[in-house]
């Protein structure tokens, strides 16, 4: 397959300007990979970018708008808002082509404080996802990790990553890159199928965290 | 409320005979809780009753069919699966009136050894058991706990027990049951709405057991 033997590997973080899209960038730069963040806004992105350059001296970290910043990617992260991922991916399919798409989106809507999962018709913003670029090996991982957590250097985020996906070598590499972020653990979540479980759960633990006023993330035990 | 100042709490498992129930009850047996298991067949819960009594000497466990268990139990635990929900939940409401019923149900179909949840049109099995039991206290938890760890005496069962339900006290009454088994933590899941996505979440464990060949649970970091 493609990816074997790929030594450079530029991760681009659309919607990187978002909290989660943020906080993941970040956490990689500072484990030594080389990000760009994209969004709609390139300017914003470039504010993002310097932003995250002062809590990472020294990493590798610019901004662009998100169709230059999915080109330069060879691995692509999703981190809008569900609204937008639809739009998004078909502006930018064209340079996805053969990539790691990583889709971290969970779709959500919150009423009176209370979160929960909105219906998806193809099962999960993930298979969406996989619908709208056939020629990509769409990977789900990352929804459970608590965004204020990431966005805090050096702070202990001890969590597990689901990672589900139909494609083996792309949900392994994937499995490696949740490695390089210190006290995470990747645990092999199967096929893509399984990704709407795992998106779905992001509500569960928004509720809790709003009566712990905590941020809660899951392990899975026995694994 | 009713529960207030109630001492006597006789736990009945109705569909206690399948898996889920029956390590349940055999956990609550070996904390010191009177036990009876529901079945269809008031045989076959006597046998079972027989079968636990054996590995939890001295406790106390019978068997009876299920209306009889369903009007001796104080708080009644439903552990069928899920297609066998509503005829029995028809058959016994009105045993049930006022009391605290514990839904352990977890709506899967397995596929090709692959779990997936089933759809509710009521959003959850505890969302239509409430809708079934308007005058009983309808709780959701212990889907996450692994039958065939519970099932074997005094092995440890480290994992944590989501438990949502629309009324508070009866939240905390099981929770507090939760903390009778050892190892076992309670997390409150706010309410009956957010009991789908423990539910679902069972589908993805199950799959997670497939690859890792593991009996695997959760626990919620952060909290």
Redesign the interface.
Known sequence: MLLSGKRHNMLAFLGGTGPEGKGLALRFALAGEEVVIGSRDGNRARETAEALQELAPGAAISGDENSVAAQRGDTVFIAVPYVGQKPLLEQVEEHLTAKVVVDVVAPLAVTKG?A??VTVEDGSAAMEAQQILPDSYVVAAFHNI?AA?LVIPHKVV??DV?VCSDHQEPKELVMGLVRKIKDLRP?????L??A???E??T???L??N???K??????????
């Open positions: 209370r929960r999962a608590s957590e001890d969590g689901v645990v092999d979540g199967d096929g199928e399984n709407k479980y795992v779905q759960l509500a569960l633990l509720n809790i709003r009566i712990y905590a941020h809660s993330m899951i392990k899975i035990v026995g694994v």
